[in-house]
């Protein structure tokens, strides 16, 4: 059984439609986190949580607003989605006495047209 | 500020053939940090294969070894035979303690085929 699962698996959508990706985590931890990944670069940071309510920046934040809703749920919004976010999105979670040993879901392909 | 480096892909040998996967980092907000290895299969999200928080210790999981060598700055990952199902995209990466929380800091991945 997944401890993180993310839905949907693939999104396409078009220039300026709006995105919602979903993640759920059963790990009963505090930290979920949204990452991005593409070619020829790391999975880069766009934003964190340590708790429901919590919201906190991170490397490339630009264009995405975050959401924590309960300590399982963490949402990734884009509200007009560009060409430029054209990604692989992975969601993780971590535990508070060990934040950098993070948990990831499977991924979300997103394709902006 | 800290960034990590890596063997460029795709990275393709054949079965039992040895492997190593080169990994050097910089991290100027922390003097030791913490590195890792973690693997994506296809189709999966990644997952932690190995973690060495102390200078000069060694780590291993399902063959692979990785040395975390503070004088190069280095955290080589190296399996001595490796199998078709090793096949997968590997991450090094190190933790960062920046704004009061630990983040993660990847290179950016290389992709491994192993030929039967």
């Known amino acids: 059984e997944a401890a993180v699962t993310q839905s949907p698996r693939n999104k396409v959508t078009v220039t300026g439609g709006n995105v919602t990706l979903s993640c759920r985590q059963t790990?009963?931890?505090?930290?979920m986190y949204w990452y991005r990944q593409d070619t020829g670069h790391g999975l880069r940071l766009i934003h964190y949580?340590?708790?429901?309510?919590?919201?906190q920046i991170g490397d490339v934040p630009d264009g995405y607003k975050a959401t924590r809703t309960t300590q399982e749920d963490f949402f990734l919004l884009l509200e007009l989605a560009s060409p430029s976010q054209t990604s692989l999105y992975f969601c993780?979670?971590?535990?508070?006495?060990?934040?950098?040993?993070?948990?990831f879901g499977p991924g979300t392909r997103l394709l902006v047209l | 500020g800290d960034s990590v480096t890596q063997t460029e892909g795709p990275v393709t040998v054949s079965e039992s053939e040895s492997l190593i996967i080169n990994c050097t980092y910089s991290?100027?907000?922390?003097?030791?940090?913490?590195l890792f290895w973690y693997v994506r299969y296809p189709g999966e999200g990644l997952q932690l294969l190995l973690k060495?928080?102390?200078?000069?210790q060694k780590g291993s999981s399902r063959g692979f070894e990785a040395t975390y060598n503070k004088e190069t700055t280095s955290f080589h990952l190296q399996k001595a035979s490796v199998q078709e199902s090793d096949s997968a995209v590997y991450y090094c990466?190190?933790?960062?303690?920046?704004?009061?929380?630990?983040?993660?800091?990847f290179g950016s991945g290389t992709q491994l085929t192993v030929m039967p």
């Open positions: 993780a979670s971590s535990d508070e006495l060990s934040q950098d040993t993070q948990y």
């Open positions: 790990n009963s931890h505090n930290y």
């Open positions: 949580s340590y708790g429901a309510g919590n919201l």
């Open positions: 991290a100027t907000s922390i003097a030791y940090p913490n």
């Open positions: 060495v928080i102390t200078a000069g």
């Open positions: 990466a190190l933790g960062d303690l920046a704004s009061g929380s630990w983040q993660l800091i």
